[in-house]
């Protein structure tokens, strides 16, 4: 079954960090460029960071050089370090391949106040 899980979120102030974990099946993992989406209240939901199977990054202009996404193929995991966390990053945060291919998870908060 080809099962997004996300988790990591969480309440953290301005300047916070938090680190995003997504675990996919093995097939997914290994087959497809793997993305983190976010969506915030009332807004259509935008992809963040992509990483392909070869490790290629690549990251939405609002986010560069403050998220980082990155694989544990051991693990069959994608993470998103997120640091310098600003109330405009607050959102639902998604994984899913890219472009989007599977059922979306049920995502995981990120809230950014003081």
């Known amino acids: 079954q080809l099962q997004l899980v996300e988790s990591g979120g969480g309440l953290v102030q301005p300047g916070g960090s938090l680190r995003l974990s997504c675990a996919a099946s093995r097939y997914v993992f290994i087959t497809y460029t793997m993305g983190w989406y976010r969506q915030a209240p009332g807004k259509q939901r935008d992809v963040v960071a992509t990483?392909?199977?070869?490790?290629?990054?690549n990251y939405a202009d609002s986010v560069k050089g403050r998220f980082t996404i990155s694989r544990d193929n051991a693990e069959n995991t994608i993470y998103l370090q997120v640091n310098d966390l600003k109330p405009a990053d607050t959102a639902v945060y998604y994984c899913?391949?890219?472009?989007?291919?599977?059922?979306w998870g049920q995502g995981t908060q990120v809230t950014v106040s003081s």
């Open positions: 990483i392909t199977t070869f490790n290629n990054t």
């Open positions: 899913n391949t890219y472009p989007s291919r599977l059922d």
